[in-house]
């Protein structure tokens, strides 16, 4: 893309321009020829702005040329495909247009701004290749900004990574997810790192309090075989009590026992008395019951005999009372009942007779009857000797049996005695001996239990001092993580490396031209803000202090290189005779060698008018362009 033709009516000091422009094109005017007017008359038609306006386009100073009513600037540029006019007419404001040849239509400023914008990345860039102290100028954040712009942007998140170490990388990961780039990236990052640098130092410290006040009270024991020791102790106190309770037992045991055997001795001597006090007479021989049992059956004989020997005397006797019933008179009276017997003397003979026989008679009944009470009387006696000895002999048999069972009461008694004597006469065991012992077991186990508890806190606490060294070991890694994160995105760190990374590249570019025709070199200042220094040999000076003849050159250098970068069509230079004689050809040598469309404006030197393949020149006189 090349530009064609400059033109400008009526744009503030200029009548009428209308140049063709070659690779260079070289305007001399003398002072208030209108060489400013037209570089502004290039500037307005393609960014809508100028010198004497607002950035916005917005009037400053009157851009229409006294006397006109109305002001137009037109830059032609010739596209591989087409031709295209970017322009502005002034009325009194500001009314741009851009078209396509052959159709001069009048278009809205948004469509001419548009393929301005097609060219830079920034409207602002155009202004620092439109006008040589453009880039200069501006405040050195902006210079940055537009540095990393030409670069193709800042460093972003990825490029900060990639800078890191793989625990850096790691430790500020959420940090660096973030849409921020370049400088504000880093600040962000700077911030919290700087924030957790704090953190981590304040915990240092702690750390660092913590084992000054950690301190081991006990020396390091071997732990187990004390518990070794403890448990065996525990367990000789555990036999020992089972032996006490053992020994309780048999002392209460023993206690029953000799209760026991108080009792049995107390029954043996009642069964003794007992058996002492039983009845000691002999029961009847077997011959003497025999012959009282003889002797009963021998009255009993008698006594049978002696009844059925008055039973016949009691049959005599009645067969006589009736015979002598039957022969005594009815008046005469019976000398047996009185009755008188009716037949006389006869009769009372007879009945005397018989009467006598019956009296006889009555009376042997009467001794037979003493004779059967006798032989009664005699059974009676022989029953009760009898009886009497079977009583005895029972008597007899039951006291046997009473003393059979006595003795084996006793027997058993004398058994349960003896085993009872057998039991107390048993070893008791020392109950107090063992108490004496146990106790001396128990302290022993309180005393080792005690060193045990020490030696485990000891060890807590030597655990305790590890765990605080190992945690300060690790804060201490933390802080100096932080530290070298901090340095890492402070100003003067991985920012500043970005930057020299960045726009390295855009100053590399500068400087391949500037050293074409100076022997300057820019770079930027390692400082914590932003700055340009140009370096001349030993000596570095910051870009403000240039003088003005070096600004401008820097200032080319600077357009030229972004008309590269970019692919901008022209640089515009104006005030070129702040060059002297020696400076401005190599000025002028370097823009024809440079690729880059060049429009120069400068007052005429010594009336010499220089001539190169690619170089016009135009002569501007009161607002009117002529070529030379
Ligand atoms: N609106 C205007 N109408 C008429 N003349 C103007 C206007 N603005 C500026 N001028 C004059 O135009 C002349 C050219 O100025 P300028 O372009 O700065 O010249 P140069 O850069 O060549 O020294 C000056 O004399 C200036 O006073
Ligand atoms: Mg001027």
């Not at 039957?326 to 017997?341: H, I, M, Q």
Request: glycine letters at 6%; a negative charge.
């Amino acid at each position: 893309m090349r530009i064609e033709r400059i033109s400008a009516h009526g744009f503030r000091g200029l009548k009428d321009v209308d140049i063709t422009l070659d690779n260079l094109t070289l305007v001399l005017g003398a002072n208030g020829s209108g060489k400013s007017s037209l570089a502004g008359a290039v500037q307005m038609a393609l960014t809508g702005h100028c010198r004497w306006t607002t950035s916005d386009g917005k009037l400053a100073k009157p851009l229409v040329r006294y006397g006109h009513t109305q002001a137009t600037c037109e830059v032609v540029l010739d596209t591989d495909d087409r031709t295209v006019v970017c322009g502005r007419e002034i009325i009194t404001g500001v009314r741009p247009y851009c078209s396509a040849p052959g159709r001069l239509d009048m278009l809205v400023a948004v469509e001419a701004e548009a393929y301005i914008r097609q060219l830079v990345p920034g409207i602002e860039l155009a202004d620092c290749l439109l006008s040589s102290e453009g880039f200069i100028d501006l405040p050195p954040k902006q210079q940055q900004a537009t540095l990393f712009s030409l670069a193709g942007g800042e460093a972003d998140a990825q490029w900060f990574a990639s800078q890191l170490t793989e625990e850096e990388r790691e430790a500020v990961r959420d940090e660096l997810a973030t849409r921020l780039v370049g400088a504000a990236l880093a600040e962000s990052v700077h911030a919290s790192v700087y924030a957790r640098r704090t953190t981590a130092r304040r915990r240092l410290k702690e750390l660092e309090a913590q084992l000054a006040v950690v301190v081991e009270t006990a020396p390091a024991v071997n732990i187990t075989e004390m518990e070794t020791a403890l448990a065996s102790a525990r367990a000789e106190l555990a036999d020992l009590q089972v032996r006490i309770g053992r020994v309780q037992e048999r002392t209460r045991h023993r206690e029953q026992t000799q209760e026991r055997l108080a009792r049995a001795e107390a029954d043996e001597a009642a069964i003794r008395q007992a058996l002492e006090q039983l009845p000691t007479t002999e029961p009847p021989t077997k011959a003497a019951v025999t012959k009282a049992r003889k002797a009963v059956e021998a009255a009993q004989a008698r006594l049978d005999e002696a009844e059925r020997v008055l039973t016949t005397a009691y049959g005599e006797l009645a067969a006589m009372k009736a015979t002598l019933e039957s022969r005594a008179p009815a008046d005469s009276t019976c000398p047996l009942d009185g009755v008188l017997c009716p037949r006389g003397d006869e009769l009372v003979a007879l009945a005397d007779k018989l009467a006598s026989e019956c009296a006889a008679l009555t009376e042997m009944v009467a001794q037979r009857e003493a004779e059967r009470d006798e032989a009664r009387q005699t059974v009676q006696e022989a029953q009760n000797a009898l009886s009497q000895l079977l009583d005895s002999q029972q008597a007899a048999e039951q006291t046997a049996l009473r003393r059979q069972e006595l003795e084996e009461r006793l027997e058993s008694l004398e058994q349960e005695i003896e085993a009872l004597r057998g039991d107390l006469r048993e070893e008791s065991g020392d109950i107090a001996a063992l108490t004496v012992h146990r106790d001396m077991v128990l302290t022993a186990i309180a005393e080792q239990e005690a060193v045990i508890r020490t030696a485990y806190a000891a060890q807590q606490a030597r655990k305790h001092r590890e765990e605080t060294e190992r945690m300060l070991a690790q804060a201490r890694q933390e802080v100096a993580l932080l530290d070298s994160l901090v340095n890492k995105f402070g100003p003067a760190g991985l920012p500043a490396q970005a930057m020299t990374t960045t726009v390295g590249q855009v100053i590399d570019a500068i400087n391949d031209v500037l050293k074409t025709f100076t022997g300057f070199q820019l770079a930027i200042d390692p400082g914590v803000d932003f700055s340009l220094t140009v370096v001349r040999g030993d000596e570095t000076t910051p870009i403000r202090l240039l003088s003005e003849s070096e600004r401008l050159r820097v200032g080319v250098a600077i357009q030229v290189a972004f008309a590269k970068l970019t692919g901008f069509p022209m640089v515009v230079v104006d005030a070129a005779d702040r060059l002297d004689a020696a400076n401005r050809p190599q000025l002028l040598a370097m823009l024809l060698r440079s690729g880059v469309q060049a429009l120069v404006l400068a007052t005429p030197g010594n009336g010499h008018t220089p001539r190169a393949p690619g170089l016009v020149v135009y002569q501007l006189d009161d607002g009117t362009a002529t070529e030379v």
